[in-house]
C-alpha cells in the first residue's frame, strides 16, 4: 500500500505526534510499504484562498473571531500546499494526525480513504490557557469540527479511553471511535544505571498553564520548607516561561530549579534523573510519561485524562488531584525519602511501558486497520510482508 501520514506542522517538537509517527513510517518502510510523511511548514502564511464548506454546521456563523479566522486560513493554506507539492500523486490511503490536515487531505482526495486520529484537545489547551472561554464562540467552533471529522473521514481514532470519551460526547456515533494508545520506539528510551545523591526531578513540555508547572513550583517550595532535598529540571520553552522563573524566585527556590529552554532531544538526557513529574490540569494521552517509564523514572502525574490511564497509583507510579500543591509535595516527598519504593514504582513503570506502550503494537493495530481499507491491495501486501 502506499500510505501518506499528513501532519500538522514539520514533526520538530519532542512528545506526542513527534515521537511516534516518523519511527511508525520508519518501521513500515522496512516491512516493504510505501509511506510518506506531509507537513504545512510553519512560514506559509495566507497563501490559500478555497472557499471552505463544512458539511455538518456553517462555519461563517463564528467568523470574525482571531482564532476562527486563522483557523480557516491555516486550512486554506494547507490546501494550497497539498495542491502544490502533491499534484498528480495519488494514495491508497491517508493517515491524518491533526483535524485541518485531515480536512485539507478529504478535500483534495474525496475518494481517498481518510483515517483521522486525534491526539489532543485544541480547545481545551486554549481553556487552560486563559486564551478562550468554555462555551463561548471558539470553543463551540472548535467541538464542531469533531462532528465534521466524523462525518467526513473514513475512521476516527484517538489515544486513550479518557479522550474517546471527551469527544464522544459530540459525535453522533461515539462508539465507532477506535482507541489506539501510542507507542514508542524502545531503542531509544534506555535506562542509564546512576546514583545520585540528592533526587533529581525532572519535568518535559511546553511552558503552558495546561501543564500545571506553577503547581509544581509551590509543591517544590513546600518540599523545601520541609527540609526536602531536591533540584528541579524544567525542559520546555513557552509564553509563561518568564513568569514561571519569576515565580521560583519569589518562592525562594530559584536555586533549585533549572530552566534549560526548549530541548530536541530531551531522551537522550532523561535517563540520568530520577522522578519525572508534570501536573497537568489536561492530557489526552501523556506522551512523555511512557518515555519517562522506558528511560527507569519513577512517575508522579495528576488524575486526569490519558494521564490516569497510564498511572496505576502505588504501583508504578503516584498519581494526584489536580490544582493541589499540597497532594502533590507529598507524592514528591514520598519518592524522596523512599528510594526504594521509587526504584520499585520505576521497575514496574517500566515494564507496563514496555508492554502497553510498544511501537511493535501500535504498527500490528495500524496494519490491521490500513488492510481492512485496502482492497485487495493491502491485503495482498500484508501476506508479502507476513511470507518475508
Known amino acids: 500500500m502506499n500510505i501518506l501520514q499528513a501532519l500538522f506542522f514539520p514533526p520538530e517538537q519532542p512528545g506526542g505526534v513527534s515521537s511516534m509517527v516518523p519511527y511508525i513510517g520508519e518501521r513500515f518502510r522496512k516491512i516493504g510499504w510505501e509511506m510518506e510523511m506531509f507537513s504545512l511548514p510553519k512560514r506559509i502564511r495566507n497563501k490559500g484562498h478555497d472557499e471552505i464548506e463544512f458539511s455538518t454546521f456553517d462555519w461563517r456563523q463564528y467568523s470574525g473571531n482571531a482564532i476562527v479566522d486563522k483557523y480557516i486560513q491555516t486550512y486554506k493554506d494547507y490546501i494550497w500546499w497539498v495542491k502544490l507539492r502533491l499534484t498528480g500523486q495519488s494514495f491508497d490511503l491517508i493517515h491524518a494526525h491533526h483535524p485541518i490536515a485531515a480536512l485539507a487531505m478529504k478535500h483534495i482526495y474525496p475518494d481517498t480513504p481518510v483515517l483521522m486520529t486525534v491526539h489532543s484537545s485544541y480547545e481545551r489547551e486554549l481553556i487552560l490557557n486563559g486564551r478562550i472561554a468554555e462555551g463561548g464562540l471558539e470553543h463551540r467552533f472548535l467541538t464542531s469540527v469533531y462532528g465534521e471529522l466524523e462525518h467526513r473521514t473514513d475512521r476516527l481514532m484517538t489515544v486513550s479511553k ?48 495546561a501543564k500545571g508547572l506553577d503547581i ?4 517544590c517550595a513546600e518540599l523545601r520548607k520541609r527540609n526536602g532535598k531536591f533540584v528541579l529540571h524544567i525542559i520546555g520553552d513557552g509564553p509563561i516561561r518568564e513568569e514561571l522563573e519569576t515565580l521560583s524566585q519569589k518562592l525562594g527556590i530559584y536555586d533549585d530549579t533549572i530552566f534549560y529552554g526548549y530541548m530536541l532531544h530531551p531522551e537522550e538526557l532523561l535517563p540520568f534523573f530520577d522522578v ?10 501523556g506522551s512523555v510519561f511512557a518515555e519517562a517509564a522506558l528511560c527507569l523514572l519513577a512517575l508522579v502525574g495528576t488524575d486526569v485524562g490519558g494521564i490516569a490511564e497510564q498511572i496505576e497509583d502505588g504501583t508504578n507510579g503516584l498519581l494526584v488531584p489536580s490544582e493541589d500543591p499540597i497532594a502533590l509535595a507529598n507524592a514528591l516527598e514520598t519518592v524522596i525519602n523512599d528510594p526504594h519504593f521509587r526504584y520499585e514504582m520505576a521497575r514496574a513503570g517500566w515494564n507496563k511501558a514496555k508492554k502497553t506502550y510498544s511501537l511493535n503494537r501500535v504498527i500490528s493495530e495500524l496494519k490491521r486497520i490500513y488492510t481492512s481499507f485496502g482492497e485487495g491491495i493491502g491485503s495482498k501486501q500484508a501476506k508479502d510482508t507476513q511470507e518475508t
Open 162 to 209: 479518557s479522550f474517546a470519551q471527551y469527544i464522544g460526547a459530540y459525535l453522533k456515533e461515539p462508539d465507532n471511535t477506535v482507541v489506539i494508545p501510542n507507542g514508542y520506539d524502545e531503542k531509544r528510551f534506555k535506562p542509564v544505571p546512576h546514583e545520585n545523591e540528592v533526587t533529581q526531578l525532572v519535568t518535559i513540555c511546553r511552558l503552558v498553564p
Open 216 to 219: 509544581l513550583l509551590r509543591a
Open 276 to 285: 519525572f513529574v508534570l501536573p497537568s490540569r489536561a492530557e489526552a494521552f
